[in-house]
C-alpha cells in the first residue's frame, strides 16, 4: 500500500520550465466551481478527440478512469506506444495497478507528478483527475510546441500572436481575457482557412456568436471537438487559462499539418528560384558572350585598317574616330566582358553550392576563348593607336614644315615689298647733311638687315628642299615661289650696292655745315636750359618765416649775379657761330643750311631769353628786401610777446605752487584763514592786467601769421590755461575752509578738532594733492585714534569705511569726504527714526499726520514744503486728507522712493 500513498516525481527531468511551475497541482485554485466546470468539459471533449482512435469514449472524466484501462489506452494513442499489460480483474487493487502502470508511463516521459497518486484517482476524485489530465495535455500536446526557442506556454502564446497581429481588434497577451470576445479564435481559422469565416463580418461587442461560430467551424471543417462552452466563457471574468491552453493547442496541431505543407511548398519555390535563377544566368551569359565575340570580330578589321589620304586631317579624324571608340563604345564592352566573367563565377558558385553540375557554355563561348579573342582585340587596338600615332608624327612635321615654309616666305615677302623702289630713289641730292647721315645710316642698317635676311632665304631653299624629299602633296606651288624669291634676292643686292656709293659721295659736300649745326646745338642746349632755369628762379613765389630764411634767399641771388659774366661770353659764342653758318649758307648757295637739324633753337630764342634774365634780376633785388623788412617787423613782435610771456608764465606757476602749500600753512582760526585766502585772491586778481596786456600781443602775432615763438616756451593757451587752474584753486580752497565752518557750526565740532583733522590730513599728504590714497587714509584714521584692526574682521570694518567715503571708486579720499566722515564719526547726528518719532509726537501717535496739524506745527513755508512732498496715507485707519510722514522721513535720508 505503500505505493499508493507515495507520490512520484522524477528528479533528473527538466523538460520544461512551464513545466515545473504546473507540475505542483493549486488544489485551491480548483475550488472555482466555474473553472472545475470549464476544465472538465474541456478536457473530456480532449480526451475523447484521442480515445474515438481506439473506438471508445468517456461521459464522466472522474469515474471513466478509475480502473485505469482507458487511462492507459490515452496514454497508448498518444504516445503511439505500449504500455504493459493491463490487470483485468475487477478488485481495487486491480485498478491501483493498472492506474500506477499509467503514472509511472507518463513519469519515464519526464513529466514530475506532484500530489496526484493512484488511490485518488481511483477513488474518482475529480481535482486530481483533472490535476492529472491536465500534467498529459501539457506533456503530449503543448510540450512539443516550440516557437523560436521559446517554453511551451510562451511559444504557443507567441504563434498566437503572430498569426492574428494582421487582425483588428485582437491583442493576445494571456489565455484567458485575450480570448473572452471570441475574435482571437475567429482570426486563427481565418488565418489559415479564410474561406471558412468571414472575419470583416464579426463584431467585437457580439462575443457569444463569435465563440460559438469558431467552435463550430473547428468542429464541422478542422475536426475539432467542442471543448469550451461560449457563455461559461462570456459570463467567466476570467475564463479558465488550462481550457483555453487545451483548445487553442488543438488549433496549433490541426494547422501544422498547413503549415509542413506551406514549408514544403516553399523549399520547392526556393530550388526552383535557384533553378529558374540559374538558368537566367546561363542564357545572359550566352547572350553577352555571343554579342560580345560578335563586337570583337566587327571590330578587329577597323583596327587592323592602316590606309589613309596622306593629309593631316584625314589622320585626324581617324584619331578623333579612335578616341571615340575609345570612349563611348569600349568601355561598356569591357563591362560586359567583367560582367560577363562576374556572371559566370556566380553561376559556377551557385550550381555548385545547390549541388549542381558545373555549367559548360557552347562551343568557342568559354571565358578562355572571350579573353583570348579580347587579347586579339587590345593587340590590334595597340597597334593601331601606334600607328596613328606615328603617322600623326609623320604628318604633323610635314604639316609644320609647309606652315614653316609659308611663314618664312610671307615674312620674306613682307619684308622684301618695296625694296627695289626704295633704292633707285635719288631721295638724297636735295636733304642736309643730317638728312644724308640719316640716310647712310639708314641704309647701313638696311644692309645689315639685307645680310641678316640672306640666313632666312638659305633657310626657305632648305625647307623647300625637305618638303621634296618628303613627297609633299602640293611640291609644285612650294618650289615656284622658292625660286621667285631668290631671283629677287639677287636684285636687291646689286641695287643695294649701287646707292651706297652715291651716299657716300654727296656726304662730303654737307659735312662742314653739319659740323657748324652741331655745335650750335652743343652750346645752346645748356645755355638755353640755364636761362630757362634762371628765369624760373628769378619768378620763383617764396614763403620764408624767419629773418634767417629770407638772408639765405638773398645771399643766394648775389651768388647768382656773379655768374652774368660769364653767362654773357657764353651768349656772344653761341651768336658767332649762327653769323658763320649764314655765311657758308650764302657762299656756297644752300638754302636748307639754315635750318638745323640737330635742334629746335633759333637765334631769335635765344637773344630774347637773355633779354628777360637781364630784366629780371632788378626785380628780384625789390621782392626780396621788401620781404626783409616784413621779416623783421614780425621778429620785433616775436621778442615782444616773448618778454612779457617768460614773466606771466614763471609768476603764475609760483602762484600754483604756493596755493598748493597755502592750506597747510595757514594758521588761526577757520575765520581768520578764510579772509587771508581772500586777501590773497584779491591779491592775485590784480595781477590781470598784465594778462590783457599778453592778450594784445598775442593779438598782433595772430593777425600778422606768427605762430611760431622760438624765444618763449610759453604759449597763450598755456598760460591762459595757468590762469584758469590758478583761480580755481584758490576758489576751491576757500570753498574748503566755508564748508570746514559749516561742519563746525552745524555739527558742534571744535576749531581744535578740525585742526587736528586738517594736521592728520596733511601729515599723510606728502604729496599735497589734498588727496589721500586708501593706505595713507587708514593710517591717517590710525593716528587720530580710530581703532582698525590688523585682521580679517578690520579689513572689512575698513572696507565699510571706504564706502563711505569714496562711494564712487575712484581710488582716493578728498579731504571734504575725510572731515565729513570724521564729523559723523564724533558728534550725534539726526536719523530717519528721530525725525519719525518727531512727526508722531506732531500727529499725537498716529500713524498719519494732516495738513491742518502741519500748519499748525510748523513754519508755513516748511509745512507748505511737507504738504506738496508727502505721500497719502493708505494705512486702513486712513482719514481724507492723510499723509505718510514715515515714507518722508525715510526718503529726507536717503532710504525710501517718494
Not at 634774365?613 to 621778442?639: G, M, S
Not at 588761526?668 to 585772491?681: H, N, P, S, V
Not at 580755481?728 to 580752497?733: D, G, L, S, V, W
Not at 539726526?830 to 519719525?836: I, K, L, R, S, Y
Request: proline share 3%; with cysteine.
Amino acid at each position: 500500500m505503500a505505493m499508493n500513498n507515495m507520490m512520484m516525481e522524477d528528479e533528473t527531468v527538466n523538460w520544461d520550465d512551464y513545466m515545473t511551475q504546473e507540475d505542483e497541482w493549486d488544489r485551491e485554485g480548483l475550488l472555482d466551481p466555474a473553472w472545475e466546470r470549464q476544465q472538465k468539459k474541456t478536457f473530456t471533449a480532449w480526451c475523447n478527440s484521442h480515445l474515438r482512435k481506439g473506438k471508445v469514449q468517456i461521459e464522466n472524466i472522474e469515474e471513466d478512469f478509475t480502473n485505469g484501462l482507458k487511462l492507459m489506452l490515452l496514454l497508448e494513442v498518444i504516445s503511439g506506444e505500449r504500455l504493459p499489460k493491463p490487470e483485468r480483474g475487477r478488485m481495487r487493487f486491480h485498478r491501483i495497478a493498472n492506474v500506477n502502470k499509467a503514472l509511472e508511463f507518463i513519469q519515464r516521459k519526464g513529466v514530475k507528478l506532484i500530489s496526484i497518486g493512484a488511490e485518488e484517482i481511483v477513488d474518482g476524485n475529480l481535482k486530481m483527475t483533472l490535476g492529472m489530465i491536465w500534467t498529459i495535455i501539457l506533456r503530449f500536446a503543448i510540450q512539443d510546441i516550440s516557437v523560436e526557442e521559446m517554453s511551451a506556454k510562451e511559444g504557443l502564446l507567441l504563434w498566437c500572436q503572430r498569426k492574428t497581429a494582421p487582425y483588428k481588434n485582437v491583442n493576445v497577451q494571456n489565455f484567458h481575457i485575450s480570448f473572452k470576445d471570441g475574435l482571437a479564435f475567429c482570426a486563427l481559422i481565418h488565418r489559415h482557412r479564410p474561406d471558412l469565416i468571414d472575419y470583416n463580418s464579426l463584431k467585437k461587442d457580439d462575443p457569444v456568436h463569435n465563440l460559438n461560430t469558431a467552435f463550430d467551424v473547428a468542429e464541422k471543417y478542422l475536426d475539432i471537438p467542442r471543448m469550451l462552452d461560449a457563455e461559461d466563457i462570456y459570463n467567466s471574468p476570467k475564463p479558465d487559462e488550462k481550457s483555453i491552453m487545451t483548445y487553442v493547442s488543438s488549433y496549433y496541431h490541426a494547422f501544422s499539418g498547413a503549415q509542413q505543407a506551406e514549408t514544403a511548398a516553399g523549399r520547392i519555390c526556393k530550388v526552383l528560384r535557384v533553378n529558374q535563377d540559374n538558368e537566367r544566368l546561363m542564357e545572359e551569359y550566352e547572350k553577352l558572350s555571343t554579342d560580345l565575340l560578335e563586337w570583337i570580330k566587327r571590330t578587329t578589321p577597323w583596327l587592323e585598317n592602316r590606309t589613309t589620304d596622306n593629309t593631316l586631317p584625314g589622320v585626324q579624324k581617324k584619331l578623333q574616330e579612335f578616341r571615340e571608340y575609345r570612349r563611348h563604345h569600349k568601355p561598356p564592352r569591357v563591362e560586359e566582358k567583367g560582367k560577363l566573367e562576374t556572371n559566370f563565377n556566380t553561376l559556377q558558385t551557385k550550381l555548385r553550392v545547390s549541388n549542381r553540375p558545373a555549367y559548360l557554355p557552347t562551343e568557342g563561348k568559354m571565358v578562355s576563348d572571350i579573353a583570348k579573342a579580347w587579347r586579339g582585340l587590345e593587340l590590334a587596338e595597340k597597334g593601331f593607336e601606334e600607328w596613328l600615332l606615328a603617322e600623326m608624327r609623320r604628318l604633323e612635321r610635314l604639316d609644320h614644315l609647309a606652315q614653316k615654309f609659308k611663314h618664312k616666305c610671307n615674312i620674306h615677302e613682307e619684308w622684301s615689298t618695296g625694296k627695289e623702289q626704295m633704292l633707285a630713289e635719288r631721295d638724297f641730292k636735295d636733304c642736309q647733311l643730317h638728312e644724308l647721315k640719316a640716310l647712310i645710316r639708314k641704309h647701313e642698317a638696311f644692309e645689315s638687315d639685307l645680310a641678316a635676311h640672306q640666313e632666312r632665304v638659305e633657310q626657305i631653299a632648305g625647307i623647300a628642299q625637305e618638303l621634296n624629299d618628303l613627297y609633299y602633296h602640293d611640291v609644285d606651288a612650294v618650289n615656284n615661289r622658292c625660286q621667285k624669291i631668290c631671283d629677287q634676292w639677287d636684285t636687291l643686292g646689286t641695287l643695294t650696292t649701287r646707292r651706297r656709293a652715291a651716299l657716300t659721295e654727296a656726304e662730303k659736300v654737307l659735312d662742314r655745315l653739319d659740323y657748324l649745326h652741331l655745335e650750335f646745338a652743343k652750346k645752346a642746349a645748356p645755355f638755353n636750359n640755364w636761362m630757362d632755369g634762371a628765369r624760373e628762379d628769378l619768378q620763383d613765389m617764396f614763403i620764408v618765416h624767419t629773418v634767417e630764411e629770407i638772408m639765405g634767399l638773398i645771399d643766394a641771388h648775389e651768388t647768382f649775379k656773379m655768374t652774368l659774366g660769364e653767362a654773357d661770353k657764353e651768349y656772344n659764342n653761341i651768336i658767332q657761330l649762327i653769323n658763320e653758318t649764314q655765311r657758308i649758307a650764302s657762299q656756297y648757295n644752300v638754302p636748307s643750311a639754315l635750318n638745323n637739324p640737330y635742334t629746335s633753337l633759333t637765334s631769335k630764342d635765344i637773344t630774347s631769353k637773355w633779354a628777360d634774365v637781364k630784366n629780371l634780376v632788378p626785380q628780384r633785388d625789390k621782392a626780396l628786401r621788401d620781404e626783409l623788412d616784413k621779416q623783421q617787423a614780425h621778429e620785433r613782435l616775436r621778442r615782444q610777446f616773448a618778454q612779457k610771456a617768460n614773466v606771466v608764465g614763471p609768476w603764475i606757476e609760483r602762484q600754483m605752487e604756493a596755493i598748493a602749500t597755502l592750506g597747510t600753512q595757514i594758521t588761526g582760526t577757520l575765520e581768520d584763514q578764510l579772509r587771508k585766502l581772500r586777501q590773497y585772491e584779491q591779491a592775485v586778481t590784480q595781477y590781470k592786467p598784465n594778462m590783457n596786456e599778453l592778450e594784445t600781443y598775442n593779438q598782433a602775432c595772430q593777425e600778422a601769421y606768427i605762430f611760431e615763438n622760438r624765444h618763449s616756451q610759453y604759449t597763450m593757451e598755456t598760460i591762459r590755461v595757468g590762469w584758469e587752474q590758478l583761480m580755481t584753486a584758490i576758489a576751491r580752497n576757500i570753498n574748503e575752509i566755508e564748508n570746514q565752518i559749516l561742519t563746525r557750526d552745524a555739527k558742534g565740532i571744535t576749531e581744535e578738532q578740525l585742526t587736528e583733522f586738517r594736521a592728520s590730513f596733511n601729515h599723510f599728504d606728502k604729496d599735497r594733492t589734498l588727496q589721500l590714497e586708501p593706505r595713507a587714509f587708514r593710517a591717517c584714521l590710525v593716528s587720530l585714534g580710530y581703532n582698525i584692526r590688523e585682521d580679517k574682521v578690520g579689513d572689512q570694518e575698513f572696507a565699510r569705511i571706504m564706502t563711505i567715503v569714496d562711494p564712487n571708486n575712484a581710488g582716493y579720499v578728498t579731504f571734504q569726504a575725510f572731515v565729513d566722515f570724521m564729523t559723523r564719526e564724533m558728534t550725534d547726528t539726526d536719523t530717519a527714526d528721530q525725525v519719525m518719532s518727531s512727526f508722531k509726537v506732531l500727529a499725537g501717535g498716529k500713524p498719519f499726520i494732516t495738513a491742518e496739524e502741519l500748519r499748525r506745527e510748523l513754519p508755513p513755508d516748511q509745512a507748505e514744503y511737507c504738504i506738496t512732498r508727502m505721500a497719502a496715507y493708505r494705512g486702513p485707519d486712513a482719514v481724507p486728507g492723510a499723509f505718510d510722514y514715515m515714507s518722508f522721513s525715510s526718503s529726507l535720508y536717503g532710504e525710501s522712493n517718494l
